[in-house]
C-alpha cells in the first residue's frame, strides 16, 4: 500500500478528474489471521463491519483461497446472512 504526504491535494486531483460521488468517514484496523487479511471498519453513520481478504494467483490457487475464506468464516462465526453486497457509500446514501 502506498501513501501520500498531501491527502487533500490528492484528494482534489481524484476529484477534478473522476467526481465526487460521496465521502466515507472511517476507522480501519488490520489484521492477519491464519493467512486472510482481517479489515475491522467503524464507519461514521453506519456501524462496524468486517472484510476478509484474500488474494489469490502465484500463490494460492482459488480453490485454496477460496478454503481459508471459509475457515475465517467459521472463526469469526459468520454466516451468509452477515454478507453485505453494497459499498459504505450506498449504505450512506439514503436513496438505497
Do not use: C, W
Not at 78 to 84: C, I, P, S
Request: charged letters at 30%; a negative charge; zero cysteines.
Amino acid at each position: 500500500m502506498s501513501e501520500t504526504h498531501d491527502p487533500d491535494g490528492l484528494r482534489a486531483v481524484l476529484a477534478n478528474a473522476l467526481g465526487i460521488t460521496g465521502r466515507v468517514r472511517k476507522l480501519r484496523k488490520v489484521f492477519t489471521v491464519n493467512g486472510v487479511e482481517v479489515h475491522l471498519d467503524q464507519v461514521e453513520g453506519i456501524g462496524a463491519f468486517i472484510e476478509l481478504e484474500v488474494e489469490f494467483g502465484a500463490h494460492l490457487s482459488e480453490e485454496a483461497a477460496t478454503a481459508k475464506t471459509l475457515e475465517a468464516f467459521d472463526y469469526f462465526n459468520l454466516e451468509a446472512k452477515d454478507l453485505v453486497s453494497e459499498a459504505y457509500t450506498d449504505l450512506l446514501d439514503p436513496r438505497f
